[in-house]
């Protein structure tokens, strides 16, 4: 069994002594890994760096085997960002978040897409609203979307600023004003496309997804929280409000 | 019995890296034949280095002493820590004259997916030492890597208040390399951080 699709380096671990068991997000088999001969070796380790846009050929005798990998770079990511501390550590968070919340070999092409549109980002200054974005659609994906389109409460559109922790839904200011300490922040960034948020706001998205990802999916992971990678982009980006 | 302790020697010789059971078998056909010129020695250095070996205390290499060679000794300039991932790197850069500076073993990289934090690599010791008068300048040279540059503007930031200068390695063409065999990942970095002649 065979086949070629498009793929993002997630991870590379070293398997044997040249070798490497390599995770990648695919395009139409999702999660998927597979051994790389030789990935470990000199000439192959830079191609299989986290973050790098490859063509992956598989191939196995069953479709359920690890199987074996021959990649071919499309663009390298990873080698672009190297002196970037803070879209470097996007890129480690949304890697590790991927593959820590994604069941493996189920088709997931709004999240390949939605990665390839972040990791495209990760050169310019927009990155950080990407990400928020790209987690929400993540939640959505995974059937835990969040709903800002009116109030949970009285039903407005208008003034939407908190987000229910129980629900899920935006709560206008009015309504959520005598629980505004339990209630999550909604930056205005989210309820407006094509619009970028503020530092402070982009924290309070970072909070706001961070949320529901650990309640509804990290949760219930042997982990039981968010990557450590995810954390510290959080932090960073608090520091540098 | 003999043949049991010459299967062990060949068992654990093919734990090696660069070894498997059929070389692990030559080295010991080897050392048999070469008992007293070979073998014997070469017990008496792996008794050596197993009762000696220790762990540096203050920059984590391995010597046969505490604190290491490298630390001790007193022609080195104490201004310049190199920050390095594994003791393996410390080796590759003692190869070079280039630096005569200290070392400082991290121990690993942070790494999300194998659970490694901060507090798993020797990051303590390092603003330990890099709070010192003496020291004016720290190396950060973990692997071009995402890890290992994770790690590198991590530790950048934790060094900010210790008032020192923190450099890290150029990333690029090697010396010798032809650009038509380079990888993309190296070519983007090398122009990225290219200079004005």
Redesign the interface.
């Known amino acids: 069994m065979e086949w070629s699709d498009q793929a993002i380096v997630l ?1 590379a ?1 070293k398997h044997g ?1 040249t070798s490497a068991i390599v995770t990648l997000m695919t395009n139409t088999y999702g999660v998927h890994a597979g051994l790389v001969r030789g990935g470990a070796g000199k ?1 192959k ?3 299989l ?4 846009r490859v063509e992956a050929h598989w191939r196995g005798r069953l479709a359920e085997h690890l199987g074996s990998y021959v990649c071919e ?1 499309h ?2 990511h ?6 970037e ?1 803070d879209a ?2 996007c ?3 949304a890697l ?1 978040t991927c ?2 919340a994604l069941p493996e070999r189920e088709p997931h092409p709004s999240i390949f897409a939605g990665l390839g549109i972040l990791l495209a980002s990760l050169e310019g200054e927009d990155w950080p609203s990407v990400y928020v974005k790209w987690e929400l659609g993540l939640l959505g994906e995974l059937g835990f979307g969040l709903d800002f389109s009116c109030c949970a409460s009285t039903g407005v559109t208008e003034n939407l600023i908190y987000v229910s922790p129980k629900s899920g839904r935006a709560v206008s200011a009015e309504a959520g004003k005598i629980y505004k300490n339990k209630m999550l922040k909604l930056p205005p960034f989210l309820l407006r496309e094509g619009v970028s948020g503020e530092p402070g706001e982009i924290v309070d998205g970072l909070v706001l997804t961070g949320y529901f990802l650990e309640r509804h999916v990290f949760g219930h992971l042997r982990s039981k929280s968010l ?4 954390h ?1 982009l959080l932090e ?1 980006l608090r520091r540098n409000i | 019995m003999a043949e049991n302790q010459i299967d062990s020697l060949i068992q654990l010789l093919a734990k090696l890296p660069g070894l498997g059971p059929r070389s692990a078998r030559r080295a010991v056909l080897h050392l048999m034949k070469r008992r007293e010129s070979l073998l014997i020695p070469l017990t008496k250095a792996l008794e050596d280095a197993a009762e000696n070996l220790t762990t540096c205390s203050t920059c984590g290499n391995i010597d046969t002493r505490d604190p290491c060679g490298v630390c001790t000794n007193p022609k080195r300039n104490d201004a310049l820590i190199c920050v390095v991932e594994d003791v393996a790197d410390l080796w590759a850069l003692e190869k070079t004259p280039a630096f005569r500076g200290r070392f400082h073993i991290l121990g690993g990289t942070l790494s999300a997916l194998d659970g490694i934090g901060p507090e798993d690599l020797n990051i303590a010791g390092l603003l330990k030492r890099a709070r010192e008068d003496v020291v004016q300048e720290v190396i950060v040279a973990t692997n071009a890597t995402v890890d290992g540059q994770t790690t590198a503007h991590y530790i950048a930031e934790r060094l900010n208040d210790c008032n020192v200068k923190v450099s890290g390695l150029a990333h690029g063409v090697p010396i010798g390399g032809e650009l038509d065999y380079l990888d993309e990942g190296t070519l983007s970095a090398a122009l990225k951080a290219r200079h004005t002649f």
């Not at chain 1, 760096?49 to 790098?52: E, F, R």
């Not at chain 1, 990873?78 to 002196?83: F, G, Q, R, S």
């Open positions: 991870s671990r002594e000439r380790r830079g191609d760096q986290p973050g790098n770079v663009e390298a990873a080698a672009l960002l190297m002196d501390p470097l550590a890129l480690s968070a590790a593959e820590s990557p450590a990678a995810r510290r960073r």
